[in-house]
Structures are given as C-alpha cells and as structure tokens.
Nanobody
Framework: QVQLVESGGGLVQAGGNLTLSCATSGRTFRRYAMGWFRQAPGKEREFVAAISWYGGRLYYVDSVKGRFTIGRDNAKNTLYLQMNSLEPEDTAVYYC???????????????????WGQGTQVTVSS
C-alpha cells in the first residue's frame, strides 16, 4: 500500500507561482513512475505531468509546457510540481498518483495509476 499526501495548494493571482508537493509513504517510491493530474468543476480528470522512476523521462500536457516543472526527490520520497505563470484556467484540484506498472514509461492515462492522493485545491484569480 502506498499513501500519497499532497500539499502546497492555495489561492494565487494570475501570473503567480505555486509549488505542490506529494509526500509518499514506504520505501518503494523510487520504483514508481509518478504523475500529476487535475480536475476542474464539471470536467474530467486531466493529465498534467508525469516522471519516470529515475527522473529521466518527463511528460507534460501541452497547456502547461514551459510553465510547469515536475520533479522528484527519491531520497525524500517526495514528488513536486513547480507551477509558474499561473492562469485562471489552471484552477482545479490537483492530484498526485503512482503508476506501479511502468516505472520507465509513465502513462498519461489516469486509469493506469494505482494509488492517488486526496488532492489539493489550486485557485488562480484573474
């Protein structure tokens, strides 16, 4: 069992920055690919970014490329999402998730992820 706990969400003005963290339990974090997803009210859960177990493969949805950076610290069992130049369209609940099946090739599909955090709210005002 893997437990994931997100933090770092909040209210920020457009153009501002936030850094989300996802703390994980257990010693197996370094074996898993990890991802960030988000869900806005009335919309489906959307892929944001993913990272392979060693950090060598990074994937982003087009709308956040150049603004968001995913990273991980395997020694601290923590996943990060640095979000710069935030836009009102980034408003959503953000979730971290663990993909235990393909550590070298993280998926963009939420159904491929086995463990999820409870989410943290990010609100960007215009």
């Amino acid at each position: 069992q893997v437990q994931l706990v997100e933090s770092g969400g909040g209210l920020v003005q457009a153009g501002g920055n936030l850094t989300l963290s996802c703390a994980t339990s257990g010693r197996t974090f370094r074996r898993y690919a990890m991802g960030w997803f988000r869900q806005a009210p009335g919309k489906e859960r959307e892929f944001v970014a993913a990272i392979s177990w060693y950090g060598g493969r990074l994937y982003y949805v087009d709308s956040v490329k150049g603004r968001f950076t995913i990273g991980r610290d395997n020694a601290k069992n923590t996943l990060y999402l640095q979000m710069n130049s935030l836009e009102p369209e980034d408003t959503a609940v953000y979730y971290c998730a663990a993909d235990t099946g393909k550590p070298d090739n993280p998926s963009r599909e939420p159904t491929e992820y086995d463990y999820w955090g409870q989410g943290t709210q990010v609100t960007v005002s215009s």
